[in-house]
C-alpha cells in the first residue's frame, strides 16, 4: 500500500446522481445575503418604531378620531393640542368615542352606511400589571389603543406568548411529519402526492422556525423544552434549520420524480434532521 | 445553471460543480464509506453551499476551503446524529439488494481500507479522506484542518505506515 494504490480507489460519482443533483440545485434558490437581509430588518424595524413611535401614535390617533369624529362646527372652539392625552373626551362633540361610531358621517360628508353591529371589545383581564410609562400617553381609551398597547406588554406576557407561537408552529410540523414517518416505518404505505404535499409545506414553514425562536425566554420560567443553546449558537441553529428546508426540498423532488425509493430516503433524511436539531437544541 | 453566473462572476458555477463534485463525493467515500450515505451527504454538502453561493465573494481557491468546510461540518451532524444508526436500519430494510457498489465494496480494497481506518482516531480519518478522497495537496489539507502544513505530511506518513503494516 502507498500513495499511489490509495489514490486509485478513488471513484467517478455515478452518472445519474450527479444529473439528479445538478438538477436538484439548479431549482434550488439562494438565500439572500447577509446585506440584504440587514437592509430588510432595518426596513421592518423602521416600520415597526414608526408604528409604536409617540409622534406617529398621535398622528394616527389623530387620523382616526378625523375619520369618525363629524368637523366640528366653525363656531365651535375646537381644541388644539398636539398631544392627544390633553383632549378631553368632553371637549369632542358627542364625547370621545371608544368605538367608530355608525351614526355620524364620514369625513367625505356622506353619511355613513349602516354597519353591521359591532360589540366594543370586552375588557380583557390583565395578565400581568404594566409599568405606565409618563412620557407616553395613554392611548387605553382611543380607537388606536391596540396597536399602541403593544410594545408596553410585560417581558413576561411576551415571553409567554412566544412560546406558545413556536409551539404551535412545531405542533403542525409535527402534523406534517406524521403521514412521512407512518410511510418510513412501513405502517402505511408510500403516498408520493401525500408525500409532495408535506415536502412543500415543510419547506414553507421551516424557514419559519429561526423566526418563531428568535425571541430568548431563557430570563423567564416557562413549560418549554426549548434549550437554551438555541440562543447561544444561533448561527448553528439557523444552519440546521435550514437542513430541513433542504430535506424537504429533497422530498419534493424524489416525489414529483414518482421515485419510491428516493422518496422514503428522503423521508428518512428529514426525520434525521429533525433528530439532529433536537438532539442539541430540546430537552429529552 | 439557472441565475448562478451572475451572482460571483468569478466563478463558473457549472465548472465548480464538475470540478468539485468528485473531490466532495470521494471525501465523503473516505470518511464514511457506504455508497447510500455518500450520495446523501454530498448532496446534502452541496445543497447548503449552493444556496448560501449569493453570499460567496472569493476565489477558487477559497471556494474549495468554504465548501470541504461545509462538508467537514455535514460530517460532524452525520455521525453526531444518533438517528444515522436508525436511519442505516431503515435503509436496509427499504432495499430489497444492496447497490452494486455496496456489494463490490464488501469485498474490495476500500472496504479492506474503512475497516482499518474505523479504528483510527476522527483527525486521522480525516486527513486520509482530505488527502486521498478529495485529493487535496497538504497546503489545502493545512488550511481546512488549521493543522500546520508539515504536520500534516508528518501525520499522513504515519498513518499511511501504520495502514500499511495491517494490510
Not at chain 1, 406568548?161 to 403521514?179: C, G, K, W
Not at chain 2, 447497490?99 to 479504528?119: F, K, N, V
Not at chain 2, 488549521?146 to 505506515?161: D, F, H
Request: hydrophobic share 40%.
Amino acid at each position: 500500500m502507498d500513495d499511489k494504490f490509495l489514490h486509485q480507489l478513488r471513484r467517478e460519482p455515478p452518472t445519474d446522481f450527479a444529473t439528479r443533483l445538478k438538477s436538484q440545485l439548479d431549482r434550488s434558490a439562494p438565500t439572500r445575503p447577509h446585506s440584504a437581509r440587514w437592509i430588510t430588518g432595518f426596513a421592518v424595524f423602521g416600520a415597526a418604531f414608526a408604528l409604536v413611535a409617540a409622534p406617529s401614535r398621535h398622528a394616527l390617533l389623530a387620523f382616526f378620531e378625523s375619520a369618525t369624529i363629524s368637523p366640528p362646527p366653525p363656531t365651535q372652539k375646537t381644541p388644539i393640542s398636539d398631544n392627544p392625552a390633553t383632549v378631553e373626551a368632553t371637549d369632542l362633540p358627542g364625547g370621545r368615542p371608544d368605538w367608530p361610531r355608525t351614526d355620524q358621517p364620514l369625513r367625505s360628508g356622506k353619511a355613513a352606511a349602516p354597519a353591521p353591529a359591532l360589540e366594543p371589545p370586552a375588557p380583557q383581564p390583565a395578565l400581568e400589571p404594566q409599568p405606565v410609562a409618563d412620557a407616553v400617553p395613554s392611548t387605553a381609551n382611543t380607537s388606536i389603543a391596540p396597536i399602541a398597547g403593544l410594545p408596553t406588554v410585560t417581558p413576561a406576557v411576551q415571553a409567554k406568548r412566544a412560546v406558545e407561537t413556536r409551539q404551535a408552529l412545531f405542533r403542525i410540523l409535527s402534523l406534517i411529519t406524521q403521514p412521512l414517518d407512518l410511510m418510513v416505518q412501513g405502517r402505511s404505505p408510500v403516498e408520493l402526492n401525500l408525500a409532495r404535499i408535506s415536502a412543500i409545506r415543510l419547506q414553507r414553514l421551516a424557514p419559519m422556525i429561526p423566526e418563531v425562536m428568535h425571541q430568548d425566554t431563557r430570563a423567564i420560567s416557562l413549560d418549554t423544552r426549548a434549550l437554551e443553546n438555541i440562543w447561544n449558537e444561533p448561527a448553528d441553529f439557523q444552519s440546521k434549520t435550514e437542513e430541513l428546508t433542504l430535506a424537504a426540498n429533497a422530498l419534493d423532488h424524489a416525489s414529483e420524480t414518482g421515485d419510491e425509493a428516493a422518496t422514503l430516503k428522503a423521508i428518512v433524511r428529514i426525520d434525521m434532521t429533525c433528530t439532529a436539531c433536537h438532539d442539541v437544541y430540546r430537552k429529552r | 445553471m439557472q441565475g448562478l453566473e451572475g451572482s460571483t462572476p468569478e466563478l463558473d458555477w457549472n465548472a465548480v460543480y464538475g470540478n468539485q463534485l468528485p473531490r466532495i463525493y470521494n471525501y465523503f467515500r473516505f470518511r464514511v464509506g457506504p455508497a447510500h450515505d455518500v450520495e446523501e451527504l454530498t448532496a446534502r454538502t452541496f445543497e447548503k453551499a449552493w444556496r448560501a453561493r449569493a453570499q460567496y465573494r472569493c476565489n477558487l481557491a477559497g471556494f474549495s476551503t468554504w465548501l470541504f468546510a461545509i462538508a467537514r461540518n455535514v460530517v460532524k451532524d452525520h455521525l453526531r446524529s444518533e438517528a444515522h444508526r436508525i436511519r442505516a436500519a431503515a435503509l436496509s430494510d427499504m432495499s430489497d439488494s444492496p447497490t452494486p457498489e455496496d456489494g463490490a465494496m464488501q469485498s474490495s480494497d476500500m472496504a479492506r481500507l474503512l475497516t482499518l481506518t474505523a479504528q483510527l482516531p476522527e483527525r486521522h480519518k480525516e486527513l486520509i479522506a482530505l488527502k486521498y478522497g478529495a485529493e487535496l495537496n497538504n497546503r489545502m489539507i493545512a488550511r481546512i484542518t488549521g493543522l500546520s502544513e508539515s504536520n500534516v505530511g508528518t501525520t499522513l506518513q504515519r498513518i499511511v505506515i501504520s495502514l500499511r503494516a495491517q494490510w
